[in-house]
């Protein structure tokens, strides 16, 4: 086989892999989530988008909390958040999430390591509709950390959670 025959099979060869490793990368079923800006890891235009089953393939955590929008505690699970952001290989130092209605919060990056910080996907063991503030919903363990009683994190507790953007 000459050279540039050998160098041109190659190359497709190495592009046919690169693709089919993003195409098990790429959601199979609906998106919910974006993340966009300092990562290192994609797998749309756009960034990278799960769809709830990619979410739920990741490591699960739950707790039992209060809110300052439901009258009783309440069982969430969902993903860690560091566990999200190291899936995509986020680095940065802010973490601008965004919710349906492109309502947006500022949230530290060191909260994604500091608290359990979850993207909810369930509620009392149930997927949580968009009337639920669901699908997503950013939640820190307000009820098992003092420090995550305040204004601050409650305010950094996004619902309806559609994209997050690290800068």
Known sequence: MK?????????SLLVFAALQVHADDAP??????TLSGSISQTN????YVFDMAM???LPQ???VTSTPWFPQPHKFSGPLMRDILTKVGATGETLTAIALNDYKVSIPMDNSTRFNLIVATHKDDKFMTVREKGPLFVLYPFDSDSETQSQVYYDRSIW?????HID
């Open 160 to 164: 309806q959670l559609k994209a997050i």
């Open 28 to 33: 199979g079923g609906k998106p919910v989530l």
């Open 61 to 63: 955590y739950s707790f």
């Open 44 to 47: 749309s235009e756009n960034g």
């Open 3 to 11: 050279p540039l025959c050998r160098l041109m099979l190659s190359l």
């Open 55 to 57: 979410l739920e393939q």
